[in-house]
């Protein structure tokens, strides 16, 4: 079974109907099937994963499908899911510090699996974390605060809770 079948069961969700156009090259079509969707995905992941692993030395203890329609109000339609890469390790501070190296990976992962908006890295275990988004035609950190406690609100695109 594919890595990703079991975190991130393409079938279940009809994803071969998605049509995305971007300039991120982000095309996927009708006759893409979900074994075409679940194979590019699956790789894209699991270069993240040795990126990760390689680049910094640290474990991706897990990784979570994001339902973006349970999370935010608004999310792009024709990609409606996240992973969250949950890491562990010595260096994962080091990880975390690296906003350019982040991006590079969330860029990555949403680049080449084109029903994946959002990209959540953090350290497994606790709250921290960075979130990086699909915002038109191009990757973004989420920055805008919203404030514990309002857990129940969806959150806007783009929007994270602080802690």
Do not use: H
């Not at 079974?1 to 071969?16: E, K, N």
């Not at 973004?140 to 806007?156: D, V």
């Amino acid at each position: 079974m594919p890595l990703l079948t079991a975190v991130f069961p393409v079938r279940a969700f009809g994803i071969s109907s998605l049509v995305i156009n971007s300039s991120l090259e982000r095309t996927v079509s009708v006759k893409d099937s979900a074994e075409d969707i679940e194979q590019a995905c699956t790789a894209a992941v699991q270069k993240a994963m040795r990126r990760f692993e390689e680049t910094r030395n640290v474990d991706v203890a897990s990784m979570d499908l994001v339902n973006l329609s349970e999370r935010y109000s608004n999310y792009p339609a024709n990609a409606p899911y996240g992973i969250a890469f949950n890491l562990e390790g010595r260096a994962v501070p080091d990880i975390m510090n690296s906003s350019q190296l982040l991006m590079s990976i969330s860029t990555q992962v949403i680049t080449e699996c084109s029903i994946i908006s959002l990209v959540i890295i953090g350290q497994n275990q606790t709250d921290y974390n960075s979130t990086y988004g699909l915002a038109g035609d191009s990757v973004s950190a989420f920055q805008q605060c919203q404030e514990p406690g309002m857990e129940s609100a969806l959150l806007r695109w783009g929007e994270v809770y602080c802690f």
